[in-house]
């Protein structure tokens, strides 16, 4: 049982409102955290803090006023948001369980990050950093272009490109690098072959890879240069064998890193049977994975057991073993750009059966850019059947019932 402790959690953000009507249900306080006064998840919290999710300072210092003048903080968690070192400084100053600044600041760097698993032995592409539009035409002649350039220390896919699909390198390079804090870049070899995305806990020193979904890149030539997935299916496709090599290299990856107690975010690529670390983030992922996906497929409480490691709780074997394999599929709806003016049959798209989620995030006046290294979604849709096919049916027929227009 759980002692009605006091857990921040970094953001406010829909996704992260998962966490905080979960902490709230375990007899927990909640204290949210976000830049935003009208953040969705200020909506599940006892208290909120007006900070910027992004600025480790800012946070910290209203944590420490919080945890001074009003109740104690006992615990710090960041959801759907990639500010792990904001976390980890919140955890710093008041001495709570968490991430060390040091391996907050480490997942957050592509290029150090790679650097570290190269030399723990953990297999990733091959990689460079490119200081100039004119040094990534060199390696692209020696290497040829099939090479991903992406920002050193970006937010999620913001700047990241297939060299092989953009017209002109330069542009490329100075796209990256707008996205990067430190004006940094680097190119890494495009692996083909299937990707999973991964969710971890680590306790301990050991890592509990409960969620495992493969990606759906459907519309990668349509939106190329960009990646622009399009959800996820759970359980994996892949061979177990493969799945066993995939839960191996993320255990390594995040012994690697230095991430004995906490959560971990894989992004990995299977290329020739082997996988591959693209990026491994010391966060709870966003899109719904951790806080409905997992559950779903799995019957682990997996937002719980987080919640717990960041209280200092122990969590066991037993908490992180799955009970069931349901088919889960997610998929979302691509809206035409251009400004939201009405938004049409989510109510029937929820009556269809096997539909388990189903949240519509764009809003009448919401602007809906063209795709490009963001993806462009208006709504969101999980759902579940006996199979894989049947539970791609009941999502591809719910959000053919929703309507987004715009103009």
């Known amino acids: 049982m759980t002692s009605g402790k006091t857990l921040l959690i970094v953001s406010g953000g829909i996704e992260a409102a998962d966490a905080a009507k979960r902490a709230k249900e375990m007899g927990h306080m909640v204290v949210v955290s976000d830049i935003d006064a009208n953040a969705p998840g200020f909506a599940f919290a006892d208290s909120c803090l007006i900070a910027d999710v992004y600025g480790p300072a800012e946070t910290a210092a209203a944590a420490e006023r919080y945890n001074r003048k009003i109740r104690k903080i006992d615990g710090v968690l960041c959801v759907a948001a990639d500010a792990p070192v904001t976390a980890a400084t919140v955890a710093q100053r008041l001495r709570l369980p968490g991430l060390p600044v040091h391996v907050a600041e ?213 908490e992180m073993t799955p009970s069931r394999s349901v088919p889960v599929v997610q998929r979302y709806s691509f809206p035409k750009p251009g400004t939201v ?7 029937d798209a929820r009556k269809i059966p096997g539909i388990a989620e189903l949240v519509v995030t764009a809003r009448i006046g919401d602007v809906i850019p063209p795709a490009g290294d963001k993806r462009p979604t208006g709504a969101m849709v999980l759902a579940t059947g006996a199979n894989r096919e049947t539970a791609l049916k009941a999502a591809n027929d719910a959000l053919d019932l929703i309507r987004i227009e715009t103009a």
């Open 106 to 318: 480490l997942a957050c760097d592509k290029l150090a990050m790679k650097k570290c698993f190269r030399s723990a032995g953990v297999a990733v592409p091959w990689f460079a950093e490119v200081a100039t539009p004119q040094e990534l035409q060199r390696i692209a002649v020696e290497r040829g272009r099939d090479l991903v350039i992406k920002p050193v220390d970006s937010r999620g896919s913001r700047g990241v490109q297939r060299v092989a699909q953009v017209q002109d390198l330069a542009t490329a390079f100075m796209l990256a690098r707008s996205y990067s804090p430190s004006e940094r870049v680097m190119v890494e070899q495009y692996l083909p072959g299937p990707q999973v995305s991964t969710e971890s806990l680590v306790t301990g020193g050991r890592c509990y890879t409960v969620g495992f979904s493969d990606r759906n890149y459907e519309y990668l030539e349509r939106y190329a240069p960009f990646f622009i997935e399009n959800g996820g299916d759970l359980p994996s496709q892949l061979p177990q064998e493969t799945q066993d090599k995939v839960h191996a290299l993320v255990a390594r990856a995040a012994s690697a890193m230095g991430v004995t107690d906490g959560t971990v975010k894989g992004d990995i690529v299977i290329h020739d049977g082997e996988p591959y670390v693209i990026e491994l983030a010391a966060r709870l992922s966003g899109g719904f994975f951790c806080t409905r996906e997992i559950p779903l497929n799995t019957g682990v409480d997996f937002i719980g057991a987080a919640i717990k490691i960041a209280l200092g709780e122990s969590v066991s074997e037993a």
């Open 341 to 347: 003016v009405a938004v049409h049959g989510a109510d």
